[in-house]
């Protein structure tokens, strides 16, 4: 079993739509928990953090279900712009090391 | 925000040649830095665990001798890939977290293509 574990996609979605991707990780000792943003051929770049209590950045929610060992990331009224991979990245079993998870391709149309 | 640089951006090497790749944190100290690599359509894998001052930290399957490592000041750390075959070509890519944080900030890669 993986680490971190996300569904590929993609989601293809309308301008506007509502989006939610989940994600799930083995490792119930994990403290820190992000959402990454990749585009293509570029580094990732953090999207935010998530917190136990959930936590809101404008159009985008992460919530963390720690009972669960998931989480999740909800993007209203997409756009265009929102194109990416997203990628569930939780701290591995020492420290700051960083666990991937394989990235869900988010794909808005117009 | 944080800002980390890689230098070069993109290199193509000929298989059996050596290529240093670096990594800074432009506006803070890393007293730890992160390499990773990226095939096409995969996750980034954690290479190794550069740390200042002391040897680096392999994860399992990463040669040693294949990869190295040098984390010589607070701003730089260092990976050199030795007699480069083309199966090294790669994305790879060093973060460093924000002294008091668990936030990484990433680099902006560097692209290996080995012929």
């Known amino acids: 079993r993986k680490e971190v574990e996300q569904d590929p996609g993609p989601f293809n979605v309308p301008e506007g739509a509502t989006v939610a991707f989940n994600c799930t990780y083995s490792n119930s000792a994990s403290q820190s928990f992000f959402w990454y943003r990749q585009d293509c051929r570029k580094e990732p770049k953090l999207l935010m953090s998530?917190?136990?209590s959930g936590n809101e950045d404008g159009r985008f929610t992460a919530q963390l279900n720690r009972a669960s060992q998931y989480i999740s990331l909800l993007i209203r009224d997409s756009k265009l712009s929102d194109s990416a991979t997203y990628l569930c990245?939780?701290?591995?079993?020492?420290?700051?090391?960083?666990?991937f998870g394989a990235g869900t391709i988010l794909r808005v149309k117009s | 925000g944080a800002v980390v640089s890689q230098h070069p951006s993109r290199v193509i090497c000929k298989s059996g040649t050596s290529v240093k790749i670096e990594c800074r944190s432009l506006d803070f100290q890393a007293t730890t830095m992160f390499w990773y690599r990226q095939f096409p359509k995969q996750s980034l894998m954690l290479m190794a665990t550069?740390?200042?001052?002391?040897?680096?930290?392999?994860e399992q399957g990463v040669e040693k001798d294949k990869f190295l490592i040098n984390h010589a000041s607070l701003t730089l750390s260092t990976l050199t890939v030795t007699s480069a075959h083309p199966e090294d070509s790669s994305f790879y890519i060093c973060?460093?977290?924000?002294?008091?944080?668990?936030?990484?900030?990433f680099g902006p890669g560097t692209r290996l293509t080995v012929t």
């Open positions: 973060s460093a977290p924000m002294r008091g944080t668990r936030e990484q900030y």
């Open positions: 990245v939780v701290n591995g079993e020492y420290g700051n090391k960083l666990v």
């Open positions: 550069s740390n200042e001052g002391s040897k680096a930290t392999y």
């Open positions: 998530v917190y136990s």
